[in-house]
């Protein structure tokens, strides 16, 4: 069984990923707001942003969950984001890119990543889990199944652990094979068991770059 999402606009190319994903963060809020929830799992105070050619991902699932960190000044904050989680992707013509402001003397500095592109094997990433705020996408999927319980989700590798508010019971889908092309997402985090990144080139600018 092949699923496909297509459409011309950003809601109707990816509806059937981020509506899942949006009730799963719903439900857990109601599950923070109980206590219901531990929070161990903390990010930096900054998103970032990734683009990519084309995704191709083994063993997919999707869950809602939180993630808590800090502002730059220091103070404790939360977001909620969809995990997507891969047992293994292939990633063409990646670039990512992360902005820090007021920079003293310099203003706003870009950091920015980028392989995988023209010339290099794609970048390769086994157990990677990635944190997204917004995502844009062709997607097509292979086999979907939605409205699972996220523990029980044994397509992908399992829910990430190590004290990340999620809730093992609320709302989440998986696909035998996900197919994203022209990508482009903002993210809290990404962790991956191994990450060979081919034709690897970061570079610094004053400019405000990113790759989107």
Same mark, same amino acid.
């Given at each position: 069984? *092949?699923?496909?999402?297509?459409?011309?606009?950003?809601?109707?190319?990816?509806?059937?990923?981020? +509506?899942?994903?949006?009730? $799963?963060?719903?439900?857990?809020?109601? &599950?923070?707001? @109980?206590? &219901?929830?531990?929070? /161990?799992? /903390?990010?930096?105070?900054?998103?970032?942003?990734?683009?990519?050619?084309?995704? +191709?991902?083994?063993?997919?699932?999707?869950?809602? %969950?939180?993630?808590?960190?800090? #502002?730059?000044?220091?103070?404790?904050? &939360?977001?909620?984001?969809?995990?997507?989680?891969?047992?293994?992707?292939?990633? =063409?013509?990646?670039? @990512?890119?992360?902005?820090?402001?007021?920079?003293?003397?310099?203003?706003?500095?870009?950091?920015?990543?980028?392989?995988?592109?023209?010339?290099?094997?794609?970048?390769? $990433?086994?157990?990677?889990?990635?944190? +997204?705020?917004?995502?844009?996408?062709?997607?097509?999927?292979?086999?979907?199944?939605?409205?699972?319980? %996220?523990?029980?989700?044994?397509?992908?590798?399992?829910?990430?652990?190590?004290? *990340?508010?999620?809730?093992?019971?609320?709302?989440?889908? @998986? %696909?035998?094979?996900? #197919?994203?092309?022209?990508?482009?997402? =903002? $993210?809290?985090?990404?962790?991956?068991?191994?990450?060979?990144? /081919?034709?690897?080139?970061?570079?610094?600018?004053?400019?405000?770059? *990113?790759?989107?």
């Amino acid at each position: 069984m *092949e699923s496909q999402v297509r459409g011309g606009t950003r809601w109707k190319r990816f509806a059937v990923v981020m +509506v899942p994903s949006v009730a $799963a963060t719903a439900a857990i809020g109601v &599950a923070l707001a @109980q206590g &219901a929830l531990a929070a /161990s799992f /903390s990010v930096s105070g900054q998103s970032f942003k990734v683009r990519a050619d084309k995704l +191709v991902g083994d063993g997919f699932s999707q869950y809602g %969950a939180i993630d808590n960190g800090y #502002t730059l000044d220091g103070k404790k904050t &939360a977001h909620p984001v969809a995990v997507s989680a891969f047992k293994h992707a292939e990633i =063409t013509n990646l670039c @990512q890119s992360v902005v820090t402001p007021n920079v003293p003397f310099f203003g706003s500095v870009s950091l920015i990543l980028k392989a995988g592109g023209a010339g290099h094997d794609a970048v390769q $990433a086994d157990r990677i889990y990635i944190d +997204v705020a917004d995502l844009q996408a062709d997607a097509v999927f292979d086999n979907i199944d939605i409205g699972v319980a %996220a523990k029980d989700a044994d397509k992908g590798p399992g829910m990430k652990g190590g004290g *990340e508010q999620a809730n093992p019971y609320g709302f989440a889908q @998986q %696909a035998d094979k996900a #197919t994203l092309t022209d990508v482009k997402q =903002t $993210a809290w985090a990404t962790t991956a068991g191994t990450f060979k990144l /081919s034709g690897l080139h970061m570079s610094l600018s004053t400019d405000g770059a *990113e790759c989107f």
